[in-house]
């Protein structure tokens, strides 16, 4: 009858207390390694790009999407707000989105929409004035703090530069200069990429 050396035994058991106890040691450095790649809070704060979802948007729809800790609006415009864009034309103070071009306005959004496509407004929704946050004013027509011929856009409540609904800021405002459109690219008909474009990688 074959007995277990003990010395054979003993030297078992440690081999296989040390390997449960390396193999614990080596999940717990995983979990926080793996954590890496996940962006954390501040690297979106630093600039990461952030999805928009687009899908279902109804005209004259805004959404929001949080990027670099400011506001981007996404604009569904109307083929009536598209066309509001030749009667302001006059009435804006840089309609050719020709102030400090590529920061403000990437060369693909040098366009009387402002935009890739005609029909969506990507625009960082902060004034450039003193960083306060405009409201939404797209009802055309007479209103508090408005022209009567207002064709609709963004009103800055704290002191008074309006945009109209390509973001471009009208003559003799405190304002100086149109929203920035910031970097973006589509990567689906539904999905926006906020923070990235042909010049700023990921």
């Known amino acids: 009858m074959n007995q277990d050396n ?38 979106k704060a630093a600039g990461a790009p952030v999805e ?14 949080e990027w670099r800790g400011n506001p981007v609006w996404i604009l569904r415009r ?5 066309e509001s864009l030749k009667a302001t034309e006059n009435e804006v103070a840089d309609p050719k989105s020709l ?14 929409w402002r935009s890739r496509k005609p029909e969506y407004l990507v625009a960082v929704g902060i004034c450039p004035h003193l960083g306060c946050s405009p409201t939404a004013r797209m009802a055309p027509g007479a209103q508090t703090g408005l022209p009567a011929d207002w064709h609709g856009g963004f009103l800055c409540p704290c002191h008074g530069s309006t945009f109209d609904v390509a973001g471009r800021v009208y003559k003799n405002k405190p304002a100086p200069d149109n929203l920035t459109i910031p970097p973006h690219q589509y990567v689906s008909e539904t999905k926006i990429l906020v923070g990235v474009d042909e010049k700023h990688k990921a």
């Open 6 to 43: 003990p010395v054979d035994a003993s030297r078992r058991f440690w081999v296989g207390t040390t390997c449960v106890a390396g193999g614990v040691a080596a999940a717990g450095v995983a979990v926080p390694f793996v954590s890496t790649f996940a962006p954390s809070e501040r690297a």
């Open 52 to 65: 928009a979802d687009i899908a279902g948007m109804a005209v004259g729809e805004i959404r929001t999407v």
């Open 78 to 82: 109307s083929p009536e707000q598209l």
């Open 99 to 112: 102030r400090s071009p590529g920061d403000i306005t990437p060369e693909y959004a040098s366009n009387q």
